[in-house]
């Protein structure tokens, strides 16, 4: 069932830009689908897009609200449930990408059924999947790891993707999560699959390509991340990647949603990756390191970039400050 | 629900004794529980039980047939839904670590519901899991890993909850699969839990206990595993072990379904490990190896476990072979 499209993006009462990460990734890179963003008193996020009530969204031509919050475990706040019943009962549809499904909240069933409009749950795909085999495919995968959870690697898989593409190469994002699923139409969220086929899952996502075909694949979690490395091993081995990216935020100072928890070192996480990637392809390598630096000044990115360019000896860059051709360059 | 005991254990047409790993496991560990086994035709596995048919599994007192077999995925064979439909028509509950619900498949629903027969779904956990914390807690935790799927996790960590209980320690297993559950009552199927929830539930599973007590969490997969490293990581970072031992079946020659893969280098297999444990306890460390010997003569039995022993520089020994004590030595 396709999600219809312009959207209004829902950010409810998300407390930080982070939390956010599904409005702003489809504001960033389909902004042309979306007619506004609705925000909760509280809410700490912004995408940038203008602030529309749902009456206006519907004079923009507005067809689905679109949950754009993550959470921790990805269930839904009773605080937002009356805003998003009053959009279906305006006229829109409603598209989620939490774990809970959407008809298991009896208010907002309640309220699609009286309305007669469509609840998509990103995270429940009608595939049946099974488990991975580990068999070789043919054509090239690239996977994006990280330090953390949320520190780029959709972002840097999708501008490879489009650089890729600006060389008439042939390249294909796939996504693994839900904002992903949402930018790309297509995917699998990975983090809802059952545990043992995770990389079953990451294996249909990437089937046989051509030779000179490239599977951009957005990572998750990190090998480093307490609460999911176990799904950031799974879709590893089941990419099989060829090249492996490792993206890094350099001002977080703990893992995500994980206080005790350092940020690793960037040489470790490096060759902890490898160490697992090298199961399902033992020629893997790393590309390079892609770095969120926009908390950063144009002067202090380009220290860091030199900085842990030089002691990693790999490229090291920024895709959102001049794409990602610096990578591509290293093939 | 409580499942009803004693046991017929269904082995169907399993092709080979770890097919029905589910039914050796309770056959080893709670004979007790046990009338006898159910095969088919074609059943290349015996749990060493009496063969009776329902009648005379009823004569002697059974109250549940239990699916002692297991597949990759998890998925229930169409050849054995006749031999299911007549247990529960004579009068026998049925219990099932299968992937799939029980429920789901309508010949086994309706027998059910036709008899007043009871489903149970060992996979399927009423408890809701969340994310994994990554929080360190009190008491101690001894998980064991594998060189594959199949070689000996489960039956490590009840030898040594035996050894520990025979020298008067504080130690329960904790069972993190469909037999493991069976045996100890209790417990979750790691593998079917929601791929974002698995270090959640292993933390649910073993939470904070006395300081002197001990958790033996039964491991699953491998690292090494093409396609269920990604649970073995879970499992382990919400475990937090304190202790490894290494599980390994000597005889086998490539990765359990995976013919493309070969059994890693144990030395390798610690490394990796070691290098991933480290993350959630930088304390770890590798008590030893259980080796499942039971495919050597007693003399090649004992050549290996010296040869490995000397060369890894831990103690390498058989728990079915003696018991667990070699290890608790060197606590």
Same mark, same amino acid.
């Given at each position: 069932? #396709?999600?219809?499209?312009?959207?209004?993006?829902?950010?409810?009462?998300?407390?930080?830009?982070?939390?956010?990460? %599904?409005?702003?990734?489809?504001?960033?890179?389909?902004?042309?689908?979306?007619?506004?963003?609705?925000?909760?008193?509280?809410?700490?996020?912004?995408?940038?897009?203008?602030?529309?009530?749902?009456?206006?969204?519907?004079?923009?031509?507005?067809?689905?609200?679109?949950?754009?919050?993550?959470?921790?475990?990805?269930?839904?706040?009773?605080?937002?449930?009356?805003?998003?019943?009053?959009?279906?009962?305006?006229?829109?549809?409603?598209?989620?990408?939490?774990?809970?499904?959407?008809?298991?909240?009896?208010?907002?069933?309640?309220?699609?059924?009286?309305?007669?409009?469509?609840?998509?749950?990103?995270?429940?795909?009608?595939?049946?999947? %099974? %488990?991975?085999?580990?068999?070789?495919?043919?054509?090239?995968?690239?996977?994006?790891?990280?330090?953390?959870?949320?520190?780029?690697?959709?972002?840097?898989?999708?501008?490879?993707?489009?650089?890729?593409?600006?060389?008439?190469?042939?390249?294909?994002?796939?996504?693994?999560?839900?904002?992903?699923?949402?930018?790309?139409?297509?995917?699998?969220?990975?983090?809802?699959?059952?545990?043992?086929?995770?990389?079953?899952?990451?294996?249909?996502?990437?089937?046989?390509?051509?030779?000179?075909?490239?599977?951009?694949?957005?990572?998750?979690?990190?090998?480093?991340?307490?609460?999911?490395?176990?799904?950031?091993?799974?879709?590893?081995?089941?990419?099989?990647?060829?090249?492996?990216?490792?993206?890094?935020?350099? #001002?977080?100072?703990?893992?995500?949603?994980?206080?005790?928890?350092?940020?690793?070192?960037?040489?470790?996480?490096?060759?902890?990756?490898?160490?697992?990637?090298?199961?399902?392809?033992?020629?893997?390598?790393?590309?390079?390191?892609?770095?969120?630096?926009?908390?950063?000044?144009?002067?202090?990115?380009?220290?860091?970039?030199?900085?842990?360019?030089?002691?990693?000896?790999?490229?090291?860059?920024?895709?959102?400050?001049?794409?990602?051709?610096?990578?591509?360059?290293?093939?």
């Amino acid at each position: 069932m #396709t999600i219809e499209k312009p959207y209004l993006l829902f950010l409810g009462d998300a407390p930080d830009q982070l939390a956010a990460k %599904t409005a702003t990734g489809i504001a960033d890179w389909r902004p042309e689908w979306c007619v506004g963003q609705l925000r909760l008193p509280g809410c700490g996020a912004d995408t940038g897009l203008k602030d529309v009530d749902v009456a206006e969204a519907l004079r923009l031509g507005a067809k689905t609200l679109v949950i754009g919050v993550v959470n921790s475990g990805g269930f839904m706040p009773d605080t937002w449930t009356d805003a998003i019943c009053d959009a279906l009962a305006q006229g829109l549809d409603l598209a989620s990408g939490l774990h809970g499904r959407l008809q298991d909240f009896p208010a907002i069933n309640e309220a699609a059924v009286k309305h007669g409009r469509n609840l998509h749950d990103l995270r429940h795909s009608e595939q049946e999947f %099974t %488990t991975g085999k580990g068999q070789k495919r043919t054509g090239k995968r690239l996977l994006t790891v990280g330090t953390d959870c949320s520190c780029g690697k959709k972002y840097t898989a999708l501008a490879i993707e489009k650089a890729m593409r600006a060389r008439g190469m042939k390249a294909d994002f796939c996504a693994t999560g839900q904002t992903g699923v949402l930018i790309a139409e297509r995917g699998a969220a990975i983090d809802a699959v059952i545990a043992d086929f995770i990389s079953g899952a990451a294996e249909w996502l990437s089937p046989d390509n051509d030779a000179d075909h490239w599977d951009l694949i957005e990572g998750q979690g990190s090998l480093f991340h307490a609460s999911y490395a176990g799904v950031s091993l799974g879709l590893m081995h089941g990419a099989q990647p060829d090249l492996l990216v490792l993206c890094h935020e350099p #001002t977080r100072t703990h893992m995500r949603g994980l206080p005790h928890y350092p940020i690793p070192d960037l040489a470790d996480c490096i060759a902890l990756n490898l160490a697992n990637a090298r199961l399902t392809n033992p020629a893997v390598r790393m590309l390079g390191v892609s770095v969120n630096t926009s908390a950063l000044s144009d002067a202090a990115a380009a220290d860091y970039l030199a900085e842990i360019s030089a002691k990693l000896s790999l490229p090291c860059l920024d895709v959102m400050r001049g794409g990602a051709d610096g990578l591509l360059d290293h093939l």
